[in-house]
């Protein structure tokens, strides 16, 4: 069926994920207006045309010959045709008969799609093959087309045409419910219930069928309004439909044929239809808008920025000074960070502290959820989901990114800071080859001619460990290996000769023997080209091998601070300690156990007190009295109340080994 | 490469017959006489049943059908009973009109569906909400509804547009356009919806991939980022259901051409139904349905060329 493309892709592309609550979600839509007006729309129509013949005005067949083409009026509240009949009777007679008609064709396509989509979708083989082709070719037919010749045929016989048009439309309800029957087909629970021999007809309806059930009743409501249109359409046009009995198609006929003398005979008419096909319309747009969606939020920062909570953003160094001497690039002081929309709007990221030396390197570690990306990411301005700095201030070389314009931070973006990501195959735009990326950074941050920037573009994948240069080049990300994208993201990145690299879990995702090579390259090249670096990750050996400075994240909150052999050999949190416990190539001896395990809890359950509280053994009362504040010198801070004693004894501990390959369990 | 066009135009070739297979005898499962239709109310049997056999209506279907199918696939699409003419020279000359006016209406639903598209994904907030709002609308219109307002608000108030009628491109542009411009506004306010929320779900999704961040990252401009990267990777999803808004859009051609007095394909087929011409109309279904199969063939070629990845297949 040819009505509704839309829907019936983005249905069938997540099918298999989307699963509908059934009352729950009914009583979710029926508090929201659209609905309401909508539904009350279609209620009101079907109602009246019921008892059009107790409350119309008059008979839709009477004429008044004295009264034609008349205006609204007392008697004829929405005027009279050209036979001086009343509209607006003939409205509330007219107006089931194509809804009852339309609905027809879209039974029967649910009728035959639904049982034949299971089907081929669940049985798969020959006959998905055969459906499949007959799908395809019943997609190619012109359904209109179709059903007028069928109209020539069959002398417009409405009921043949109807049945014709409903087995046409039917091959786009089988689509929808193959591929969702596909997507489910080898879920685990359906395994398990086929393991558990529960016959194929019970798996569909149980098991299956609920999870299309939500793309279907979409995929109704659309192909419902768009029907209708199409029968108006076939009355518009005196096919198949008695010109005795009023309906709205046929209405509109004769109102265009005086649309010169008396155009206002078309309003009431247009009016109902729009309204009809619109509450369809609502109605499928509100039943999508709950489907459970995998949509991520958008990643393109705005135009104009956020504004920070007024008075919170402080100016640099407000926390305290730089020590005279010390060339630091980046200062973070107190900055907090707001996804809004999520959480409720409370901060993620709460009085986060660092600074960063030039030329040096600084590891971000905790756990998924502790908030060190976002800390990252806060550093480049790139935010997801329109987040903001809502409080502190990130200071590059004196400079308050917060001042700065949207247009300003994207010329500082790629030339003074730059940044590389956890997952290479998803950081390169797939349409493009490397070297058409490669050009477009290095041609972003000043005018470069051709042949230069080619040049350009040859020497960094050089620098990056890149012996094939030419066959790179002509790649497109699809063709390269994690390794080698990696390499081509971090060329990118070093287009612009930044100053700063953050660099997102770099290895993350990449293969045991193939992270040590990228830690290496980062290594040489800080080296050669006196980058500073921040380093997110979760992997204390990572940080241990690379890294300059250390920071420990959990739950929001900059735990622990300090050179990386200060941290690792004398960690003053319990939560430090955790992690290095995880870490057995770094940890020789695990002889008091500071955790009763858990994971990071999720920011509506952070406590007032020390957030790691609930899973630290040596926590106190004082620990949940309030919040813990950060104690210690400067460049070695923990924030534990037992943190002082810590500093003033030491627990050294024996760093075994270092390398990539130590990681903490995920 | 050329694999692949091989076997789509291999794959093309069976769907053209079966679905003028399944025509024919959707023709014949139907009763009807053609006959006695053609003879008017005052024939006697003797006169219907002489001209039936003359038809050749009387052999069996299966006969018909050989002989139709047997003549097809020589381009003999048969001769119309009301007309004397070729069914196939008599499709041929109403198809420029037709093929015109579903051109010019696909350009107008691509151009104004992808920029609306883009704009509600881009900006969000109440202006997504504002052209999501007025989208769900344009798609409530009904076309022939559209059309008659149009007509008497553009060309008949305002005598700007011409009200009915059709000028071949070869009498110039000017005259081209003038006629065709409100059949295809008609046509591009329903039709464009679908362009218009396939085109924002797409650009949705493209703004939540990681690369958007990275060449961010890099210094790229937000119009850059937007306009070269957003789209070429929006278009994809988007071109693969164009196929299915042009059959969409054949459908509104057929009564828009009635309405606005064209001599294309639809306005043939309405005379097909009127005067039971079945040779017409079956010579149309085909001329369609080959429509349809190039269009797809086209767009399947413009996804090829669009996404590296679907290049390996």
């Known amino acids: 069926m040819s009505v509704a493309p839309t829907t019936l892709d983005e249905a069938s592309r997540g099918a298999g994920r989307r699963r509908l609550p059934g009352l729950q979600a009914v009583r979710t839509l029926l508090k929201r207006p659209t609905v309401c007006l909508g539904l009350g729309w279609l209620v009101l129509v079907v109602v009246t045309s019921l008892l059009a013949t107790v409350i119309a005005p008059h008979d839709p067949l009477e004429q008044d010959l004295a009264n034609t083409l008349a205006l609204p009026s007392w008697t004829y509240l929405l005027g009279t045709d050209e036979l001086g009949r009343d509209i607006l009777s003939r409205l509330l007679y007219g107006g089931g008969s194509l809804m009852v008609v339309a609905l027809v064709p879209v039974g029967l396509s649910f009728l035959i799609g639904i049982p034949v989509g299971l089907y081929v979708g669940y049985a798969g083989g020959w006959f998905d093959t055969a459906s499949g082709f007959v799908v395809n070719v019943m997609f190619a037919m012109p359904a209109i087309v179709i059903v007028l010749a069928v109209a020539a045929a069959s002398n417009n016989n409405l009921v043949v045409m109807l049945v014709v048009l409903g087995i046409l439309g039917s091959s786009g309800v089988v689509r929808l419910v193959r591929a969702s029957t596909l997507a489910t087909r080898d879920l685990l629970y359906v395994d398990a219930a086929r393991v558990a021999a529960i016959p194929p007809g019970r798996i569909l309806l149980r098991h299956i069928l609920p999870n299309v059930a939500g793309p279907l009743i979409v995929q109704g409501f659309i192909m419902y309004g768009g029907v209708f249109l199409f029968v108006n359409a076939l009355a518009f046009l005196s096919l198949g439909f008695s010109p005795e009995k009023p309906n709205w198609g046929q209405m509109t006929q004769d109102a265009s044929a005086h649309i010169s003398d008396a155009p206002w005979l078309m309003v009431p008419v247009g009016v109902m239809i729009i309204l009809t096909v619109l509450s369809l319309n609502m109605l499928g747009a509100a039943v999508t808008s709950i489907l459970p969606s995998t949509q991520r939020p958008s990643l393109l920062v705005p135009r104009r920025r956020a504004k920070a909570a007024p008075g919170s953003a402080s100016p640099a160094g407000d926390a305290d000074p730089a020590p005279a001497g010390d060339d630091v690039l980046l200062v973070l002081a107190d900055v907090s960070i707001v996804l809004p929309g999520v959480h409720d709007d409370r901060p993620l990221v709460e009085e986060a502290t660092l600074r960063v030396p030039r030329g040096t390197t600084l590891g971000l570690v905790g756990e998924s959820g502790s908030g060190k990306t976002l800390t990252a990411l806060a550093v480049i301005g790139l935010l997801p989901a329109s987040g903001s700095v809502s409080a502190g201030s990130v200071v590059l070389e004196g400079q308050d990114l917060a001042a700065l314009s949207a247009g300003q931070l994207q010329r500082l973006r790629g030339s003074r800071i730059a940044l590389v990501s956890q997952e290479p195959m998803m950081a390169l735009d797939p349409c493009f080859t490397v070297r058409s990326q490669l050009t477009e950074a290095v041609r972003a941050h000043g005018r470069v001619s051709r042949g230069a920037a080619r040049e350009r573009v040859s020497t960094l994948l050089r620098q990056v460990g890149i012996a094939d240069v030419e066959r790179v080049c002509r790649s497109f990300p699809h063709q390269l290996s994690g390794g080698m994208a990696q390499r081509v993201a971090i060329a990118m990145a070093l287009a612009g000769e930044p100053e700063l690299l953050v660099a997102d879990e770099p290895t993350t995702a990449l293969d045991v023997t193939v992270q040590g090579e990228i830690l290496d390259l980062l290594r040489s090249l800080q080296h050669d080209l006196g980058m500073t670096i921040v380093l997110v990750s979760h992997a204390l050996g990572v940080v241990a091998d690379l890294c300059d400075q250390v920071a420990v994240m959990y739950a929001g909150q900059i735990v622990e601070v300090g050179a990386v052999d200060e941290v690792l050999l004398q960690p003053a949190h319990p939560y430090t300690r955790v992690l290095l416990e995880a870490t057995p190539a770094l940890y020789a001896e695990s002889d008091d156990l500071c955790s009763v395990g858990g994971s990071v809890p999720p920011p509506d359950s952070w406590p007032a007190g020390c957030r790691f509280a609930d899973r630290c053994l040596i926590a106190e009362v004082v620990c949940r009295a309030g919040a813990v504040p950060m104690v210690g010198r400067a460049g070695r801070e923990s924030r534990c109340t037992k943190a002082p004693e810590s500093f003033a004894q030491g627990t050294p501990r024996e760093l075994v080994c270092d390398g990539p390959e130590a990681e903490v369990p995920a | ?313």
């Open chain 2, 1 to 313: 490469m050329g694999r692949f066009l091989g076997q789509r135009v291999a794959l093309a070739i069976p769907t053209v017959l079966v679905v003028a297979t399944i025509t024919f005898f959707l023709m014949q499962i139907i009763p009807s006489s053609p006959a006695s239709f053609l003879l008017g109310a005052g024939a006697t049997q003797e006169q219907v049943a002489s001209l039936t056999h003359q038809l050749g209506l009387d052999r069996p279907v299966l006969v018909q059908y050989a002989d139709w199918i047997g003549r097809a696939v020589r381009g003999d699409l048969g001769i119309s009973f009301v007309s004397n003419a070729s069914a196939g020279s008599t499709v041929m000359r109403a198809l420029p009109v037709t093929l015109s006016l579903a051109f010019l209406t696909l350009a107008m639903t691509i151009v104004f569906g992808v920029a609306l598209g883009m704009l509600a994904a881009v900006r969000g907030g109440w202006l997504d909400r504002l052209i999501q709002g007025l989208n769900s609308l344009g798609m409530a219109v009904p076309s022939f509804w559209l059309a008659v307002l149009l007509v008497w608000l553009l060309a008949i108030r305002i005598r700007f547009f011409y009200a009915t009628g059709y000028a071949p491109l070869s009498d110039g542009p000017e005259e081209w356009i003038l006629h065709l411009f409100l059949p295809a506004l008609a046509l591009t306010v329903g039709a464009m919806g679908q362009i218009m929320y396939q085109t924002r779900a797409a650009a949705l999704e493209v703004l939540g991939r990681d690369y958007i961040r990275t060449l961010q990252a890099a210094g790229l401009s937000r119009r850059r980022i937007i306009f070269k990267h957003v789209l070429r990777n929006a278009a994809i999803p988007v071109t693969m259901v164009l196929g299915m808004t042009f059959v969409f859009l054949l459908g509104g051609v057929v009564v828009i051409e009635m309405i606005f007095a064209l001599p294309g394909m639809g306005y043939l087929m309405l005379q097909a139904v009127n005067t039971h011409d079945l040779a017409v109309a079956q010579a149309a279904v085909v001329a369609f349905t080959i429509l349809v199969i190039l269009v797809n063939l086209l767009t399947d070629l413009f996804v090829l060329w669009l996404d590296p990845r679907a290049r390996r297949r």
